[in-house]
């Protein structure tokens, strides 16, 4: 967003004490703002200039004079006007800044004109339509409030001028009266222009309130989508587009009797397998926080490899990395991309050479088959594959050479003789390949079209231009990483929202939405959509009450001089002033006691106050016409007596018109009424309006012309410029006797056309302000599943250190933990249960059966006891493997013993008993017979994050090798622990059976013991111990890793291993 010029902001500090208190302090949003109302209140100018043509219509229907063709020459120029104005103003927006001018002019010349000619038995002829003219040029012109004032103060000063132009015009002496009915003009105007200032004011916080609602609600929206996008970023890195997908759209369902498996058959896939030799030689001399970084780097660059290469990474497995070509998108060139990312592996290995100074090298084996792709469990996902090619894949690797692509015949066969190869002999060098009778070969140099060869072998003619070129691909991908969040800095982000705010409120039309979403009426379609925005919330509750406060003064002085001084209606107006004083103070009273509560006052009560208010003013307002019709029944009865003397004369009301003009300002202030909608607007204003003429239906001779009082245009001689047909004259002359009820009528129409315009306003704030939250929940319900599904492929602790920064992560996640659990647990009798048979769909009834295994693995960690301390790591196949003690905000002290600081490792050991009392009952319903291996250590551990673009959560260390172990080198149905573990649960009553010296790799000789039970009160708890004592070392290419081991867990033969 733009920074505010200092010399601008010089300029417009001498408009500071000139702008309104409620102004923003954000000049941006004022701009903003300004811009939006403008555009919301130029949509008022068509409906003013409508109500100038209405204005037109009452001048022709009363013309007021008897120059009859001037009237309606002048009726037909402001239509015209009125009329050219709209067209013009609709066609042409870049005139509307100037129009808003122009017709403001036009409507209240028209006005002033036409009053101007026109007679009465008072000088206060369209004084009601000037005190609605006021009202709505207040109400909803779009400009400063400034202008709004000087304009308001022109058009209260030009119609006292226009009534003394005619006062001195038409006598030669000014009436006596004639200062206090410009009083009481000056009074009535004085408080439509309140009213209509009140109501631009109740407007402009109605308005800012929604702007900054709305504008919150949007910053809110973007805060969640920004967070949703990283989540969304981070999922997708991890899981295949489809199967992100599926998960999302499954969370929330109600569980079946069988977990859902996301798991699909592919065929004729590329399978990966890549190992960095000599890596176990490296890891002595670096910590274990340097080899993650180093690995991870590393496989960053493996990453961008794979991204160049349409690879899709499956896991990472300690120092080994593998993936596929061909799923699960479908390619024809799957092999030959495979072979490409090899070779590309093998020269990024130079990397680490360089970094490390230590002869390391990779080693690559490829097979194409068929593989069963997806995920398994419920927690802590990794999307991986599974079949017996994929486990060809892996002895294709371990049977290789460093610094070779070794691939087999079947790859081979899709190559399309793109690269020379050589014999690899490989099944001389891993049995499983033998007796799967597959030849190997070794990858030469690649074969460009036309018969021309480029060598990528060993050789350095070439070497050094196309490993820049391959290494130019390999660039840091820290800027890239789907962990780093989107750094969008303070100034972007507001730059975003106001884009957004301008786009939702400026660039919106809103009155197609608007028409698109309420009836005719103006109503709601939508279910309870109307009642929601009944009880909406009021930003100025109190403001309903106001206008008869606004307009009492102009009623009190009408009472100086308008009509006599009568006991009656000093009654009248005592009673207007207790009604309106002491309906007020209740409604105040009521208003704070709902405010002390914290409660709002109810929608009914708005309504009643508000209705029972304007309709005392107005009984009140009537009166005072009853009680003086009285009076010239009374003074027409005397003149029929012939008392021409009587004292009743002095009785007679001398001005009551402008108690009409009061009926026309009480019209505008029915529209404050809250909880109307636009029928009972309609039978309010008509009700209102109606009443007036109810004096005159009592009492015909308040409309009868008075010789001593009238100056009535169409009686000889008073006014005789022009002749016209009689019987027209006739027609005229009984309409202008009934001017002032025929004017209230038509502003009932003119007031319904204004009500019409601020209703829309206020639906659509409402309309926009409900599309927000709407839009906002969406957003955050999708936030909400994707944080379920990335905290299912990174522990919530870590994944919220990513999510929840606002800064680049220029080092991924790294943790060093000193007290840590760990635990294996495989299935090493199911090898004899998968198949591939047609019967087992391929394999695929047997991965579901092991998913279902597996998830109710998942299910114990929701388990409050198992919860808090541990998470699962990851399976491998049908090996899971779980730790305890990583949790960050776990606080040990010095002081405490080892029963507070290992409290996790048993719990780790009462977890690995719950898993075989799972699998006991699993076993029991599924009629199989399988059994749990298990090994548990302790000890300190590195945990991390590796990978910037596919991230992969893994923990490292001798721990984590040696739990390993355990599991590898126990025996089925029994839990295998290191001699210091042992002594550690035996604190916390668990009792051993020393197994003996037992071989592991990297560690020597080390005694080891199987959990036998816990004592329970005395009680001794068995744990279940199988009959066959399984010893099943790791494959060649599953070794572990020194200190950095990932020490995948299974047996050698198991034919899903990768």
């Given at each position: 967003?733009?920074?505010?010029?200092?010399?601008?902001?010089?300029?417009?500090?001498?408009?500071?004490?000139?702008?309104?208190?409620?102004?923003?302090?954000?000049?941006?949003?004022?701009?903003?703002?300004?811009?939006?109302?403008?555009?919301?209140?130029?949509?008022?100018?068509?409906?003013?200039?409508?109500?100038?043509?209405?204005?037109?219509?009452?001048?022709?229907?009363?013309?007021?004079?008897?120059?009859?063709l001037f009237a309606y020459t002048s009726v037909a120029v402001g239509l015209m006007v009125n009329l050219l104005l709209a067209v013009v103003y609709a066609l042409i927006r870049r005139a509307r800044l100037a129009l808003n001018h122009i017709a403001w002019v036009a409507l209240w010349a028209q006005l002033l004109v036409s009053a101007s000619r026109r007679l009465g038995d008072s000088y206060n002829e369209l004084l009601g339509w000037a005190v609605v003219l006021q009202y709505c040029t207040l109400a909803t012109l779009p400009f400063h409030c400034m202008t709004l004032i000087f304009y308001s103060s022109v058009s209260f000063v030009a119609y006292l001028l226009v009534q003394y132009y005619n006062a001195v015009t038409t006598e030669s002496k000014l009436a006596d009266d004639f200062y206090l009915q410009q009083i009481a003009n000056a009074c009535l105007l004085l408080g439509a222009t309140l009213l209509g200032g009140t109501a631009y004011a109740v407007s402009e916080k109605q308005q800012r309130s929604s702007f900054q609602e709305t504008k919150g609600s949007l910053r809110d929206k973007l805060t969640i989508e920004q967070q949703s996008k990283e989540q969304e970023r981070l999922l997708l890195s991890v899981l295949p587009e489809h199967v992100a997908v599926q998960m999302r759209s499954d969370l929330g369902l109600i569980d079946t009797q069988f977990k859902k498996i996301y798991m699909s058959r592919h065929e004729n896939v590329s399978i990966l397998y890549a190992d960095i030799v000599g890596f176990t030689a490296i890891s002595s001399t670096y910590s274990a926080q340097d080899l993650v970084a180093i690995l991870n780097e590393l496989f960053a660059r493996f990453d961008r490899l794979a991204e160049k290469y349409q690879q899709l990474r499956i896991k990472i497995l300690g120092d080994c990395y593998y993936c596929i070509s061909g799923a699960p998108v479908e390619r024809p060139d799957h092999a030959v991309l495979c072979v490409l990312m090899g070779l590309s592996m093998v020269k990024?290995?130079?990397?680490?050479?360089?970094?490390?100074?230590?002869?390391?090298?990779?080693?690559?084996?490829?097979?194409?088959?068929?593989?069963?792709?997806?995920?398994?469990?419920?927690?802590?996902?990794?999307?991986?594959?599974?079949?017996?090619?994929?486990?060809?894949?892996?002895?294709?690797?371990?049977?290789?050479?460093?610094?070779?692509?070794?691939?087999?015949?079947?790859?081979?066969?899709?190559?399309?003789?793109?690269?020379?190869?050589?014999?690899?002999?490989?099944?001389?060098?891993?049995?499983?390949?033998?007796?799967?009778?597959?030849?190997?070969?070794?990858?030469?140099?690649?074969?460009?079209?036309?018969?021309?060869?480029?060598?990528?072998?060993?050789?350095?003619?070439?070497?050094?231009?196309?490993?820049?070129?391959?290494?130019?691909?390999?660039?840091?991908?820290d800027e890239e990483s789907v962990l780093s969040p989107l750094d969008e800095g303070k100034n972007n982000e507001e730059a975003k929202i106001y884009n957004m705010l301008k786009e939702e409120l400026v660039n919106r039309d809103d009155d197609k939405e608007l028409a698109d979403a309420t009836t005719l009426c103006l109503t709601f379609k939508e279910n309870g959509a109307e009642d929601a925005f009944k009880h909406r919330s009021d930003p100025c509750p109190l403001a309903g009450v106001l206008p008869p406060l606004l307009l009492l003064p102009a009623h009190l002085a009408l009472a100086v001089f308008a009509v006599p001084p009568a006991a009656p209606l000093h009654g009248v107006y005592l009673a207007l002033l207790v009604e309106t004083a002491f309906l007020n103070i209740v409604y105040y009273a009521c208003y704070r006691y709902t405010s002390y509560k914290k409660k709002t006052v109810t929608p009914v009560w708005k309504l009643i106050?508000?209705?029972?208010?304007?309709?005392?003013?107005?009984?009140?307002?009537?009166?005072?016409?009853?009680?003086?019709?009285?009076?010239?029944?009374?003074?027409?009865?005397?003149?029929?007596?012939?008392?021409?003397?009587?004292?009743?004369?002095?009785?007679?009301?001398?001005?009551?018109?402008?108690?009409?003009?009061?009926g026309a300002g009480a019209l505008c202030g029915a529209l404050w009424v809250w909880g109307v909608g636009g029928a009972g607007r309609l039978l309010l204003l008509a009700a209102l309006a109606a009443a007036h003429a109810v004096p005159a239906l009592m009492h015909p001779a308040l409309l009868t012309t008075r010789d001593t009082l009238d100056r009535d245009p169409y009686r000889l001689p008073y006014n005789a410029t022009a002749d016209a047909d009689e019987e027209l004259l006739y027609v005229i002359a009984t309409l202008h006797t009934r001017r002032h009820i025929i004017m209230l009528l038509v502003i009932v129409i003119t007031l319904l056309i204004y009500d019409r315009y601020s209703s829309g306003l206020e639906r659509a704030a409402h309309s926009r302000s409900g599309r927000m939250r709407v839009q906002a929940e969406q957003a955050l319900e999708l936030r909400r599943r994707?944080?379920?599904?990335?905290?299912?492929?990174?522990?919530?602790?870590?994944?919220?250190?990513?999510?929840?920064?606002?800064?680049?992560?220029?080092?991924?996640?790294?943790?060093?933990?000193?007290?840590?659990?760990?635990?294996?647990?495989?299935?090493?009798?199911?090898?004899?249960?998968?198949?591939?048979?047609?019967?087992?769909?391929?394999?695929?009834?047997?991965?579901?059966?092991?998913?279902?295994?597996?998830?109710?693995?998942?299910?114990?960690?929701?388990?409050?006891?198992?919860?808090?301390?541990?998470?699962?790591?990851?399976?491998?196949?049908?090996?899971?493997?779980?730790?305890?003690?990583?949790?960050?905000?776990?606080?040990?002290?010095?002081?405490?013993?080892?029963?507070?600081?290992?409290?996790?490792?048993?719990?780790?050991?009462?977890?690995?008993?719950?898993?075989?009392?799972?699998?006991?009952?699993?076993?029991?319903?599924?009629?199989?017979?399988?059994?749990?291996?298990?090994?548990?250590?302790?000890?300190?551990?590195?945990?991390?994050?590796?990978?910037?673009?596919?991230?992969?959560?893994?923990?490292?260390?001798?721990?984590?090798?040696?739990?390993?172990?355990?599991?590898?080198?126990?025996?089925?149905?029994?839990?295998?622990?290191?001699?210091?573990?042992?002594?550690?649960?035996?604190?916390?009553?668990?009792?051993?059976?020393?197994?003996?010296?037992?071989?592991?790799?990297?560690?020597?000789?080390?005694?080891?013991?199987?959990?036998?039970?816990?004592?329970?009160?005395?009680?001794?708890?068995?744990?279940?111990?199988?009959?066959?004592?399984?010893?099943?070392?790791?494959?060649p290419g599953e070794q572990a890793l020194g200190t950095t081991g990932d020490a995948p867990a299974a047996d050698a033969s198991h034919p899903l291993l990768p």
């Open positions: 967003m733009e920074k505010s010029d200092p010399e601008q902001s010089l300029k417009c500090s001498c408009w500071v004490c000139l702008l309104p208190p409620w102004r923003f302090s954000d000049q941006s949003d004022e701009k903003l703002y300004l811009a939006y109302s403008t555009q919301q209140r130029q949509r008022a100018v068509l409906r003013l200039l409508g109500v100038g043509v209405l204005l037109q219509i009452f001048a022709a229907l009363v013309p007021g004079e008897r120059d009859l990024a290995i130079k990397y680490v050479q360089k970094t490390t100074n230590s002869p390391v090298d990779m080693r690559v084996g490829i097979h194409t088959g068929a593989v069963l792709a997806g995920v398994l469990g419920q927690r802590q996902w990794q999307f991986d594959v599974y079949s017996r090619d994929v486990e060809l894949a892996n002895k294709m690797e371990s049977s290789g050479m460093a610094g070779r692509v070794h691939v087999s015949e079947v790859t081979l066969s899709f190559l399309n003789d793109e690269f020379e190869v050589e014999p690899a002999y490989g099944e001389k060098r891993e049995e499983m390949l033998r007796q799967a009778g597959i030849k190997t070969y070794f990858i030469v140099r690649q074969l460009k079209p036309g018969g021309e060869e480029r060598n990528i072998g060993e050789g350095e003619a070439g070497e050094c231009g196309e490993e820049a070129d391959a290494l130019s691909d390999l660039k840091d991908d106050c508000g209705t029972f208010n304007i309709s005392m003013f107005v009984a009140a307002n009537i009166a005072p016409l009853i009680i003086c019709g009285s009076y010239e029944r009374m003074l027409a009865a005397d003149e029929v007596r012939g008392h021409a003397h009587s004292p009743t004369r002095a009785l007679r009301c001398i001005h009551p018109s402008y108690y009409y003009h009061v994707n944080q379920a599904l990335v905290h299912n492929v990174l522990p919530p602790h870590v994944a919220t250190h990513f999510m929840g920064a606002r800064h680049r992560h220029r080092h991924l996640y790294s943790q060093s933990y000193a007290e840590v659990g760990v635990l294996f647990a495989s299935m090493p009798n199911f090898t004899e249960f998968y198949s591939e048979e047609t019967v087992n769909n391929q394999g695929l009834e047997c991965l579901r059966f092991l998913n279902e295994v597996i998830s109710d693995f998942d299910l114990l960690l929701e388990d409050a006891k198992f919860s808090k301390d541990i998470i699962k790591i990851k399976t491998i196949s049908s090996t899971y493997m779980a730790a305890s003690g990583l949790n960050p905000t776990r606080q040990m002290q010095p002081s405490d013993g080892t029963l507070v600081r290992w409290a996790h490792l048993a719990r780790l050991v009462e977890f690995a008993l719950e898993l075989q009392r799972v699998l006991a009952a699993i076993n029991e319903q599924s009629f199989n017979h399988f059994v749990l291996r298990m090994g548990v250590n302790h000890g300190p551990i590195t945990a991390g994050v590796i990978g910037a673009m596919k991230p992969h959560y893994d923990i490292w260390g001798n721990t984590v090798n040696v739990a390993s172990r355990m599991e590898s080198t126990g025996k089925a149905g029994c839990i295998q622990v290191t001699e210091e573990t042992c002594h550690i649960l035996e604190q916390f009553g668990y009792y051993f059976e020393q197994r003996g010296l037992v071989a592991v790799k990297g560690k020597g000789q080390l005694m080891t013991y199987y959990l036998q039970g816990r004592h329970d009160d005395g009680a001794p708890h068995f744990a279940d111990t199988g009959s066959n004592d399984v010893n099943i070392d790791m494959a």
